[in-house]
């Protein structure tokens, strides 16, 4: 059996759904994994299929002088290894172009978890482009093993043009999630390296839509407009347009907002949302496991996610968040970004409007607010794109052909 250490940042995480649904599935189709988390878990709940993944899991330090006896064991064995000299070189190159603390602790990280690696295990895979991806190279020279990669979207937009190219080059093989990303990528990649793998949503895990559709159109205080947003307090998810949208929505509309998701930034959000006026319209809920969230999808009307570019290059992908809600049959309004517009076509399954507009969310949530049938054919059209092109079972096969599965048993890649 194949046994392949997967290199995260954090593990379990709320906001990881993507990557906990990909291990499972691979699990079912034959894969051993062993999980290798750079930092300990902050929240405080998991999803039912994190908690249904059977890879033990792995901490290493992640802060080299908080386990110093742990790192200068690894480091006194690793040192008189053939491959360190090389291993150092690689990083001390690394250093000189990027002479940060970070760049320290992902070299001792790797001399701990080349040290302490199971001899069982013939593959790294690292989660994300950078310091996951910087780990498993380091780690990978100092072991001899292979080590691939999966690329997502702020990895993406703000590693360095010098270290993606590296990694790229260095890797047996790399994924992106979309094709936006892909297409970004591929300029800096060794031809035939790199291969497009959309994540895809295990439809089964999620129940049906609600049979009868929601009637409300803001025009009955008792049973005001649901909006709901899933996604963390961070600057390229556009909450900052989503509450100055909010305080312009015509005073005659009822409408509630519910955000679901922790983040840097949650408490300036409520400050300035208070200031605005909305306090008493927004319940902000904080990270919540997958079932709470499906509660909410379900008693919803609109999803909204007007994502932006944020000042550091950071910027989605393709949030899954926007796949599930769209499972619900909501419709949804986010912004027109190329990763997200490979899921939404503007007007026919969803709304999308410029990043940062405020007054253009705000028309769109008003529009749709006061038009529960516009909402209901939207939705409906995305949970047949959904379905059509974007189910885990479509996509699972191709990751598990790249990790030397047959995929002939595909069916039981299916988490539900």
Known sequence: MKTVAFILKGYPRLSETFIAQEILSLERLGLVVEIVS????????????????????????????????????????????RRFRAALATWWKDFVRDPTPNRIRRFGQAVVLAHELPPRVSRLHAHFLHTPASVARYASIL??????????????WTTPAWEKRERLAGCDWAVACTETAFRHLQDLAPPGRLHLVYHGLDLDRFPPPPSCASDRDGS???????????????????LDTLVEALAQLPTHIAWRFVHIGGGPHLDRLKSKATRSGLADRIQWLGPQPQEVVLKHYGSADLFVLPSVVARDGDRDGLPNVLLEAQSQGL?????????????????????????????????????????????QRLGAAALERVHERFALTGHIGRLASLFGLSPVNEENARCG
Do not use: M
Not at 229 to 238: F, H, L, T
């Open 143 to 156: 072991t001899g093993l292979g080590w691939s990669l999966s690329a997502h979207a702020k990895d993406i």
């Open 331 to 375: 419709a949804c309004i986010s912004s027109n970004l190329p990763g997200i517009a490979e899921l939404i076509s503007d007007g026919a399954t969803g709304v999308l409007i410029e990043p940062g507009d405020i007054a253009a969310l705000a028309g769109a949530i008003s529009g749709l607010a006061r038009d529960p049938r516009r909402r």
């Open 220 to 238: 009955d205080p008792d049973r005001p407009v649901v909006l709901v947003s899933v996604c963390r307090a961070v600057e390229k998810k556009g």
């Open 38 to 81: 750079l930092r300990y878990p902050t929240d405080v709940s998991t999803h039912p299929v994190q908690r249904e993944i059977g890879a033990p899991v792995t901490y290493l330090p992640e802060y080299l002088y908080r386990e110093s006896p742990r790192v200068f064991r690894a480091l006194a064995a690793v040192v008189r290894r």
